[in-house]
């Protein structure tokens, strides 16, 4: 405010400001605080301002409230000064507060973009680190399998190749004792031929040839296989029983050579000999023989129950076993052989006679014993695997078991293994054959009860199971099967295994597609049905 803008009205008392004889009275304080005013102070009463008259008093009121209000003004001034600054020191206190705040924050923000900037890289680093580690496995793993695989391979070469040595290793024995007998052979009809072609003009000679002849054949009986087989045999029959009866109860030998290992090493040594026995000896009296069969045939049971790796060492030797007594011979006793030399002649054909020749006869399958035909035909199931071969064979044993004495025979070799061998499905060729000699079995006779309880095994109807689960093109078989079933059926102790191996579900369901045309299995297949509801 200006002084130009007071009230000019001199009439007005003004008291002036006066000093006053006290220190702190009269006297005009600053204050900090822009609210603070002067308080009016008391003035002493002889001090009080007296209206006077005249320009000159009132000239000095105006004069005194003129500089009071110079000093209100510029107490005011300062005071809005000092606001003013204060304002600004506020706004810069403020401001640099907001400022080193937002440092700090960016500082922070900073350290915190470092931080997370840091971290990516490490983990960009590790995540490159298990990148590769896992190529690495997935490498080494490949390669891992690889070499599995390559060993897998190899271990099936390895076996193969084994097999095959074992193979070549017999082959090799058996052609060098076929070298062998060629040579004596040779020999003696070298010899044979001297004696016929040379005159016997000297007795000296002649008792010199005698001689010769008499050290070959000598020769000959010691490389004979038959003292190798009688070797083994005895001793053989010492250790298992001669021995046992001294030392121990003859009704009790001990368990070792009761033992599978030790009968299968025994049969080890001797059935290749028997080779040799049945090309060289012509074994025409029925107790030379059949002893002999006996023997091949309990040996080949006995090895089937062993392991496959001793069969394959003897694949070979088993082999020859069936083409030795398969082979046709048929033997003619000469006039001119006091001794009953055999010579070996081929096999009469149908119809065809002898003539005025001595009586023969044929060796194994072609023996007029039937007793020998038939263990011919077993021996030969077990070896051979020609196919023209075991149709034969299954000829013959046809024939031979439509007499009472054939059958009975059949249950003391327990030959159902035999058969049940070529029911399988793998052997679709025979099937029908195999099926029809069961049922030529389980006909009415004596031994129609020895042979189902025969059939009354696992192994039986484990293999008719996966018979009757595969599909049969020819119906005949199936109703020839299910005829021994519906047999075996009526025995109550064959229902278990009629259950674990599904046989009565898989007879449901052929009864449910059987048409009109198999009336016949359906009945059959009813009928087991009710036998085994029935055996319940």
Known sequence: MDLLDYPSDLDETVTPIMGSPLPSHGQVLESDSPDCSPEPVQRPYHNRTRKVKGGRRKKAEVSFSLGGNRLLYEREQKLKERERMLSISQSNLQTITDHQARQQVAAVQQDYLNQIAHLEQA??????????????????????????????????????????????????????????????????????????????????????????????????????????????????????????????????????????????????????????????????????????????????????????QQKASLSSTLRRLGEEIYRPRWLRLTDDSAAGIAIAGRMLEPGETVGSEAPKDGLFLCSHNQHIRLLSCLIILKTLSQADVIAHAFEVLKVELKSE????????????????????????????????????????????????????????????????????????????????????????????????????????????????????????????????NSAS
């Open 123 to 308: 983990l960009k680093e590790k995540t490159k680190e298990n990148k590769r580690l896992k190529e690495n496995f997935e490498t080494m793993k490949q390669a891992n399998d690889t070499l599995k695989k390559e060993i897998g391979l190899l271990q099936n070469e390895s076996e193969k190749l084994a097999k095959q040595h074992n193979s070549v290793q017999a082959r090799l024995s058996n052609l060098q004792k076929k070298q062998e007998f060629e040579q004596r052979q040779r020999d003696g009809e070298v010899n044979a031929h001297q004696l016929s072609v040379e005159p016997r003009v000297v007795k000296n000679s002649k008792d010199t040839e005698e001689k010769k002849n008499k050290q070959q054949q000598k020769t000959k009986a010691s490389n004979s296989p038959v003292y190798d087989i009688m070797s083994v045999l005895l001793e053989w029959v010492c250790d298992a029983h001669l021995r046992q009866s001294i030392t121990d109860q003859p009704t009790h030998p001990s368990e070792k050579f009761c033992a599978p290992e030790f009968l299968q090493d025994k049969i080890l040594k001797v059935l290749p000999s028997f080779v040799d026995i049945l090309r060289e000896t012509h074994l025409t009296s029925v107790k030379r023989s059949l002893p002999c069969l006996q023997f091949i045939y309990w040996s080949l049971l006995l090895i089937e129950q062993g392991n496959s």
């Open 405 to 532: 004495v054939a059958k009975e025979l059949f249950l003391y070799y327990q030959a159902t293994q035999v058969i049940i061998h070529y029911l399988k499905p793998v052997n679709k060729v025979f099937m029908g054959t195999a099926v029809d000699i069961l049922l030529q079995m389980s006909t009415d006779s004596p031994f129609q009860a020895a042979f189902l309880e025969s059939c009354s095994t696992e192994a039986f109807f484990r293999t008719v199971a996966m018979v009757i689960r595969t599909p049969v093109s020819d119906a005949r078989i199936m109703e020839r099967l299910s005829i021994i079933l519906q047999k075996l059926s009526k025995i109550k102790s064959n229902k278990k295994y009629f259950e674990v191996y599904t046989i009565v579900t898989i007879i449901q369901e052929l009864l449910r597609n059987c048409g009109n045309e198999n009336a016949f299995l359906a009945l059959n297949l009813k009928s087991i049905l009710f036998n085994l």
